[in-house]
């Protein structure tokens, strides 16, 4: 397993775990309680890697249940929130199966059982091995374009306002306080929701997010809170709404002041009641669920212009949490461009320069982690060669601190672009920008076979935007 923690608060016992594990073939790291792991693992994390690790990172963690200052379970989960990738393994003198179930459901890899022995210690890191290898092999053998779920990933950051945030999110992580995640488009809003969910006593019940400006209006009542049969045309069966679905775990409202203002004094009730009313339905169903709110905007404003209600506001504030755009924390872009492309290349050798870091630290990032997302998928298809070049990342007319080719400028240097299908579209120059750019959303649409969520997606632009354009191109 490589790097090993051992958290104990007897000496003997640390001594004991080393010694073995020495023989073994491990590099050991010892901790007295809980908090000094916790800082241990915070430096051996923001160590910067090479290769896809550093010599410091901590590859698996051994942890004594009955500690002083932190107990064994705290510290596992505030491991699993913080390092998920990370297996931990539980010490216990009592072996239940009461405190098994608990150990297990907490998030720990396994537990191991005093009076033990080397060979059980071997025992239990040859499964650990295993089962990280076959993580490993499962994440490589998908489909190429099946990418990495963003929600199996966690928050990566060197940044110290940005860490601070993560404090708060975890120490509020246990109760069941609302939280407003603010921050601009691409930050990873929605990361930082599931970071908060996983650290929660609600992390093995569902987690259901609902993006608030995906659906249409008349449907996101139906979506939210369900509806009988026959409620409406087309309501041929009683739907369970996302609040039921969510029942005793969490629900993210993901663009949250996208929400009409009919739906947010229904959404306020829900809150303040906690029960939801079916459209169409003669009671209400109680619901347990931790609301969870995601914005691109200033609500504060929204509120004072009367787009947002003041009581639901500050019934979703309760807890507000700012995530820093990408170019407030620019130590942290060698950090994401090394594990994008790392992600991308799956085991094969690019090299990051310590040029190219400084010209990708020198741009603007519009569009934040997204966007460098993007850029290091593209590089790793574009380049040829080991190396990744500035070029590879940002397609701009010479080099950093330039802007992006325009649309038109791009419709100046194309005159055909053939679709998937071999057709032509005839793009050239002198076309119109709006012209291009009706083209490039309708070819999507077909591509897409009218999708347009997933239009949306491909094109980089919110659902809503998309069916504005729309609406724009049936009325002219």
């Excluded at 929204?302 to 947002?308: D, L, P, R, S, T």
Aim: proline letters at 3%.
């Amino acid at each position: 397993m490589g790097n090993i923690l051992i958290v104990d608060d007897e000496e003997q016992m640390r001594l004991a775990l080393e010694a073995v594990l020495t023989r073994l073939g491990h590099k050991i790291l010892k901790a007295e309680n809980g908090e000094q792991a916790l800082t241990i693992l915070a430096q051996s994390m923001s160590t910067p890697q090479v290769a896809g690790r550093s010599n410091t990172q901590i590859d698996f963690v051994i942890s004594d249940m009955k500690m002083p200052i932190m107990d064994g379970l705290t510290l596992l989960g505030k491991i699993k929130a913080l390092y998920p990738q990370i297996p931990v393994a539980m010490i216990t003198a009592y072996g239940s199966i009461g405190q098994a179930v608990e150990i297990m459901r907490r998030g720990a890899f396994d537990f191991i059982t005093k009076p033990f022995s080397g060979e059980d210690l071997e025992s239990l890191l040859n499964r650990a091995v295993i089962a990280q290898n076959q993580i490993a092999s499962a994440v490589q053998s998908k489909p190429k374009d099946n990418k990495a779920s963003k929600h199996d990933r966690s928050i990566i950051t060197n940044d110290r306002m940005f860490k601070k945030v993560l404090e708060i999110a975890s120490i509020v992580a246990e109760s069941n306080a609302s939280v407003l995640i603010q921050g601009e488009s691409g930050t990873g809003k929605e990361l930082m929701a599931r970071f908060i969910h996983t650290a929660s006593s609600r992390r093995n019940n569902a987690f259901v997010a609902v993006n608030c400006a995906a659906l249409p209006e008349n449907l996101l009542e139906s979506e939210l809170f369900g509806h009988e049969k026959g409620a409406f045309t087309g309501a041929i069966n009683t739907k369970i709404g996302k609040f039921e679905q969510a029942d005793g775990g969490t629900i993210l409202l993901d663009e949250i002041s996208e929400m009409d203002l009919v739906l947010q004094a229904k959404l306020l009730r829900v809150l303040q009641e906690r029960e939801v009313d079916r459209v169409g339905g003669t009671k209400p169903v109680a619901v347990d669920v931790r609301v969870l709110a995601t914005t691109n905007r200033d609500l504060r404003q929204y509120v004072a212009q009367g787009k947002f209600r003041e009581d639901l506001f500050y019934r979703l504030n309760v807890i507000p949490l700012y995530i820093p755009a990408l170019r407030e924390r620019p130590g942290d872009i060698r950090l994401l461009t090394e594990y994008f492309v790392r992600l991308y290349t799956k085991g094969a050798t690019k090299v990051v320069s310590k040029e190219l870091i400084g010209q990708l630290e020198s741009y603007p990032w519009r569009g934040n982690v997204r966007e460098l997302q993007n850029a290091c998928e593209r590089a790793v298809l574009l380049s040829m060669g080991d190396e990744l070049k500035f070029e590879h990342f940002i397609l701009t007319n010479s080099g950093a601190g330039e802007e992006p080719y325009s649309l038109s400028q791009a419709v100046e240097k194309l005159t055909i672009i053939s679709d998937l299908d071999g057709n032509n579209l005839s793009l050239y120059a002198g076309l119109s920008v709006a012209e291009a750019e009706k083209m490039l959303i309708n070819e999507t649409l077909k591509f897409t076979d009218n999708n347009k969520t997933k239009a949306a997606e491909m094109l980089g632009i919110s659902i809503r935007t998309l069916r504005n354009k729309l609406q724009e191109y049936t009325e002219t």
